[in-house]
T-cell receptor, first 114, second 121 residues
Framework: AQKITQTQPGMFVQEKEAVTLDCTYD???????LFWYKQPSSGEMIFLIY??????QNATEGRYSLNFQKARKSANLVISASQLGDSAMYFC???????????FGAGTRLTVKP | GAGVSQSPSNKVTEKGKDVELRCDPI?????LYWYRQSLGQGLEFLIY????????KSGLPSDRFSAERTGGSVSTLTIQRTQQEDSAVYLC???????????????????FGPGTRLTVL
């Protein structure tokens, strides 16, 4: 069975600083994909970044980067130069080789302080 | 182009009534997902449609829940005899055909709709 764990219910960061949101996962699938989504207070789910389990390099997308440590089964999201608009819920998700569904973590609420 | 749309945006119903929630995926997307998000919680997978294949219903919480997808496009999630614990936001997502296999550098991002907020009184 697949499981995604986000251990930080809430995080605070000062504007312009970097922040790391933790995500660990558990799967027996040899191939899988890891996703991060942002959900602002408006409720929509916004795709941020993707990391494939066989990808050699950590994924980066603008101010977002994924610190992928396969042996530790972690896929932490790093947001650099935080902005007030980054305040939102952030969800880590995983889809495995043989699974149709995407498993989501419980989420981390990030608050960026001015 | 148009994104995933869902209707209604809000639905208030009485316990015991049936409700239908609608999802219009992005044109050309063959995969469609339904999720449920309770207040302050993560997303709970409900059901998945891929093309003409039989849907994956493994996430449906009870036999009161059902979904269909007509013509490979629009999907309807039906909840019969609603209960108060059914109150949640129901999110629909669509993507291009899911690629499975060892080449995990291929993926298809899910595009989410705005959700339907269901309140069962």
């Amino acid at each position: 069975a697949q499981k995604i764990t986000q251990t930080q219910p809430g995080m605070f960061v000062q504007e312009k600083e970097a922040v790391t949101l933790d995500c660990t996962y558990d799967t027996s699938d040899p191939s899988y994909g890891l996703f991060w989504y942002k959900q602002p207070s408006s409720g929509e789910m916004i795709f941020l970044i993707y990391q494939g389990s066989y990808d050699q390099q950590n994924a980066t997308e603008g101010r977002y980067s994924l610190n992928f440590q396969k042996a530790r089964k972690s896929a932490n999201l790093v947001i650099s130069a935080s902005q007030l608009g980054d305040s939102a819920m952030y969800f880590c998700a995983m889809r495995g080789y043989n699974n149709n569904d995407m498993r989501f973590g419980a989420g981390t609420r990030l608050t960026v302080k001015p | 182009g148009a994104g995933v749309s869902q209707s209604p945006s809000n639905k208030v119903t009485e316990k015991g009534k049936d409700v239908e929630l609608r999802c219009d995926p992005i044109s050309g997307h063959t995969a469609l997902y339904w999720y449920r998000q309770s207040l302050g919680q993560g997303l709970e997978f409900l059901i998945y449609f891929q093309g003409n294949s039989a849907p994956d219903k493994s996430g449906l919480p009870s036999d009161r829940f059902s979904a269909e997808r007509t013509g490979g496009s629009v999907s309807t999630l039906t909840i019969q005899r609603t209960q108060q614990e059914d109150s949640a936001v129901y999110l629909c997502a669509s993507s291009l055909e899911v690629i499975s296999g060892p080449s995990s550098s291929s993926y298809n991002e899910q595009f989410f709709g705005p959700g339907t907020r269901l309140t069962v009184l």
